[in-house]
C-alpha cells in the first residue's frame, strides 16, 4: 500500500475516533476501545515501533482529549489506569508483530510463485516419449515418424535427451563365444 494512502488511512481513523468522542462518547461510555482500535491500526499500517509511539503519546494525551469533550471522570479514570495503557501496548504490540509475520509471508509466496513458475516453465520443455512404435524383432531399428527406419539409439536420441554408449551385455558375450572360447567378430 502506498505511504500516502496509509497516512491518510491513518488520519481519517484519527479523525473519525475524536468525532465519536465528540459527539457519541459524552452521552453512552465507555469508548475505550476505539482508543485501542486506533492504535491497533496504526500498528497494522506501519509496523510495531509506530504502533507503540501512538500508544505513548496517547496516553499524555488521554486528560485533555477527554476533558474536551467533556468525559465524566470514572471515564477518564479508566482510560488512563495502567491496565488500560499496557492494553493498549499490548495491542500496539500484537498488531505490530502480525503485521511483520504477514509481510514476511508475503514475500515468501512471491519468491515461491516465481520458482513456480520456473518449474512450470521448466516442466513445460520435457518432452515425454510414450505410446506404441514399430521395433524390429531382428536388428532392433525403429520406424521414425516419417516412416523410415533408423537405429533405436538414434531414435531416442533425437526424442529425449538420452545418450547412449554401446557395449555388450554378459549374456550377449556368451551366446556369440566361438568354439576357441574367443568372442565372435
Known amino acids: 500500500m502506498n505511504k500516502y ?17 465528540r459527539y457519541i462518547a459524552p452521552s453512552r461510555e465507555p469508548y475505550y476501545i476505539l482508543s485501542i482500535a486506533l ?9 510495531m515501533a509506530t504502533g507503540l509511539i501512538a500508544a505513548m503519546l496517547l496516553v499524555p494525551a488521554t486528560y485533555h ?9 470514572s471515564y477518564m479514570a479508566v482510560a488512563s489506569s495502567p491496565p488500560y495503557i499496557a492494553l493498549k501496548i499490548l495491542t500496539a504490540g500484537a498488531m505490530g508483530l502480525l503485521h511483520n509475520r504477514i509481510a514476511i509471508l508475503s514475500k515468501k509466496e512471491t519468491v515461491q510463485a516465481e520458482v513456480n513458475e520456473n ?8 518432452r515425454e516419449f510414450g505410446g506404441i512404435h514399430s521395433l524390429c524383432t531382428s536388428c532392433k531399428n525403429i520406424m521414425n515418424d516419417d516412416g523410415t527406419w533408423e537405429p533405436i539409439d538414434t531414435y531416442l536420441k533425437e526424442k529425449t535427451k ?4 554401446h557395449g555388450i551385455c554378459p ?15
Open 5 to 21: 494512502v496509509k497516512l491518510i488511512l491513518v488520519v481519517v481513523a484519527t479523525m473519525g475516533y475524536l468525532l465519536v468522542l
Open 162 to 165: 538420452a545418450e547412449f554408449s
Open 39 to 47: 492504535i491497533g491500526y496504526v500498528a497494522w499500517l506501519y509496523g
Open 119 to 126: 518449474l512450470q516453465k521448466t516442466l513445460s520443455e520435457v
Open 65 to 73: 482529549i477527554y476533558n474536551q469533550f467533556n468525559v465524566s471522570t
Open 171 to 185: 549374456e550377449c558375450v556368451r551366446k556369440y563365444k566361438t568354439a576357441d572360447g574367443e568372442p565372435a567378430e
